[in-house]
């Protein structure tokens, strides 16, 4: 069964940086497309970004377009999301979810989800 945990989540200044990882035990991400999603308080979660399995495909919601990074090294079975120019709407908690089908931002019924790590966005 695939795990999935995610990591680096912090609290940081605004116009600041953090990377998030997401990674895989149990299985390969090799099969998988990846998301990262997240949820504010009071809010529902949302789909933030997807990575193909190959990485050639990837995709942003337009509120972190330009901003957000996500890549993946297969040989480390993981996934990370490069976020620069934080901003306080982009607190929150955020989840990695792995699906062997193709990934949408408004997939909210990925097959496998990891526990999810905080972002805190605050000076």
């Known amino acids: 069964q695939l795990q999935l945990a995610e990591s680096g989540g912090a609290l940081v200044q605004p116009g600041g940086s953090l990377r998030l990882t997401c990674e895989a035990s149990?299985?390969?991400?090799?099969?998988?497309?990846i998301g990262w999603f997240r949820q504010a308080p009071g809010k529902e979660r949302e789909g933030v970004s997807c990575i193909s399995i190959t990485g050639r495909n990837t995709k942003y919601s337009d509120s972190v377009k330009g901003r957000f990074t996500i890549s993946r090294d297969d040989f480390k079975n993981t996934v990370y999301l490069e976020m620069n120019s934080l901003k306080p709407e982009d607190s929150g908690v955020y989840y990695c979810?792995?699906?062997?089908?193709?990934?949408?931002?408004?997939?909210?019924?990925?097959?496998?989800w990891g526990k999810g790590t905080l972002v805190t966005v605050s000076s």
């Open positions: 149990g299985g390969t991400l090799r099969t998988q497309d």
């Open positions: 979810g792995a699906t062997p089908r193709v990934c949408h931002l408004a997939m909210l019924d990925m097959d496998y």
